[in-house]
């Protein structure tokens, strides 16, 4: 199965999830800061918010299987999360709750457990390596950025 495949998987666990925003499967960029930041924004109670999520693979390496005669690629995949910080919301809860979410559905998935085929997968549970404040743009959000490890016998 090529990346392209597993990275539309994990883009169609995303998109199940409630409430979770503007989902891209891929990194996305622009010089022009209004125009990035409409990329990310979408309607909560009526008003415009930045909740957004991204996925990009960031490497592949592989191994030979030592009696197998096949090759074990791990593919590690970050999915980054935005969501408006606003304090007197307190949204950091609002923000930790929807990463716990994306969490959970990306272990929950038996799309990214498959062993159907010629191709194997295995995923170890999704982490969260950083939940922290970061400038996106002009505006304050809550920053998540979830590590996903998959591998394929190829």
């Known amino acids: 199965m090529a990346e392209a495949d597993v990275r ?88 930790i709750a929807l990463t716990e979410d994306v969490v959970e559905a990306l272990d929950g998935d038996s799309t990214l457990h498959d062993d159907s085929g010629d191709t194997r997968f295995n995923t170890g549970p999704a982490d969260l390596s950083i939940f922290e404040p970061r400038l996106f743009g002009s505006v304050l959000c809550h920053y998540a950025e979830i590590t996903l490890v998959i591998e394929e016998n190829v």
């Open 8 to 95: 539309a998987q994990i883009y169609d666990v995303l998109v199940a999830v409630d409430n979770i925003g503007v989902v891209h499967d891929y990194e996305r960029w622009s010089a022009d800061w209004s125009a990035y930041l409409d990329l990310f924004k979408t309607s909560i109670d009526g008003q415009d918010v930045i909740r957004g999520w991204t996925i990009t693979c960031q490497s592949f390496p592989q191994e030979y299987v030592q009696f197998g005669g096949s090759i074990q690629r791990s593919y590690t995949y970050k999915v980054r999360g935005y969501v408006a910080l606003k304090d007197s919301e307190a949204s950091e809860k609002t923000a």
